[in-house]
């Protein structure tokens, strides 16, 4: 595996969690639950698309020297 790609699927699983985490945080303060395999399905769309966005913008980036 290829460096992009192992960055790319870092970041996809920093969306999962960081979903899950801001998910759990609406719960605790008293917000309605969508239910733990809704909110795991969800998470898991969010990271494939952070994960997508990541190994596509990495190249974006670095073509602008940033």
Excluded at 21 to 38: D, M, R
Aim: charged share 15%; no cysteine; hydrophobic share 55%.
């Amino acid at each position: 595996m290829n460096e992009r790609t192992k960055s790319a699927l870092l970041w996809g699983a920093v969306g999962v969690f960081a979903f899950l985490t801001l998910h759990q945080g609406y719960v605790a303060l008293g917000g309605e639950s969508i239910g733990i395999l809704p909110a795991v399905g969800l998470g898991f769309v969010v990271g494939t698309v952070v994960a997508a966005a990541a190994y596509v913008g990495e190249v974006r980036l670095l073509r602008r020297g940033r």
